[in-house]
T-cell receptor
Framework: ETGVTQSPTHLIKTRGQQVTLRCSSQ?????VSWYQQALGQGPQFIFQ???????GRGNFPPRFSGLQFPNYSSELNVNALELDDSALYLC??????????????FGPGTRLTVT | EDQVTQSPEALRLQEGESSSLNCSYT??????LFWYRQDPGKGPEFLFT???AGEEKEKERLKATLTKKESFLHITAPKPEDSATYLC??????????FGSGTKLNVKP
């Protein structure tokens, strides 16, 4: 069984640029969620994708957008980067059954630094 | 407003000294309450899911319990390798997930 993988591991971008982060879900999982984790804080929910559609969204502006592909992998896109976007970005996959809370399995994260 | 609060922020224990971590939550419709362990520089590692008040789950030295407003993670006779940040989270009926800031546990030999 393959776990959740993310790429790249680290990334440095300049304020105003755009970035794309990638995630491959655990085999057998159909749902992907993205989180932003600042140093010393808990993960903040960005959004969730189920069957290639956004299925839930946290309090993040529209410049945070995503995609889910037919193989359940996913991308997180962030436009017009700001210094405060510097954080660890986590991807989590789960098997959505629609009937109960779905436990999520996390990848190792992508460390984004905006200068 | 849905939210989750964890206490204490940090906890230092001697090896073998049992204790409990607290997670207080406010949610309009709970789908699941989750506990995770996170080591520095890594993604959270899933520990438990609890669905309803009164439910309990155990794994090695860890036991998670749930009431209508709180969840506790009990650590019995901890070892140094239990040192990590423990995160509590819940999902609501709108498919939103809320994480606490975590409790940083340090177990000294």
């Amino acid at each position: 069984e393959t776990g959740v993988t993310q790429s790249p591991t680290h990334l440095i971008k300049t304020r105003g640029q755009q970035v794309t982060l990638r995630c491959s879900s655990q085999s057998g999982h159909n749902t992907v969620s993205w989180y932003q984790q600042a140093l010393g804080q808990g993960p903040q929910f960005i959004f969730q994708y189920y069957r290639e559609e956004e299925n839930g969204r946290g309090n993040f502006p529209p410049r945070f957008s995503g995609l889910q592909f037919p193989n359940y992998s996913s991308e997180l896109n962030v436009n017009a980067l700001e210094l405060d976007d510097s954080a660890l970005y986590l991807c989590a996959s789960s098997l959505e059954s629609g009937t109960s809370g779905n436990e999520q399995y996390f990848g190792p994260g992508t460390r984004l630094t905006v200068t | 407003e849905d939210q989750v609060t964890q206490s204490p922020e940090a906890l230092r224990l001697q090896e073998g000294e049992s204790s409990s971590l607290n997670c207080s939550y406010t949610v309009s419709g709970l789908r699941g309450l989750f506990w995770y362990r996170q080591d520095p520089g890594k993604g959270p590692e899933f520990l438990f899911t609890l669905y309803s008040a009164g439910e309990e789950k155990e794994k090695e030295r860890l036991k998670a319990t749930l009431t209508k407003k709180e969840s506790f993670l009990h650590i019995t006779a901890p070892k140094p390798e239990d040192s990590a940040t423990y995160l509590c989270a819940f999902s609501d009926n709108f498919n939103k997930f809320y994480f606490g800031s975590g409790t940083k546990l340090n177990v000294k030999p």
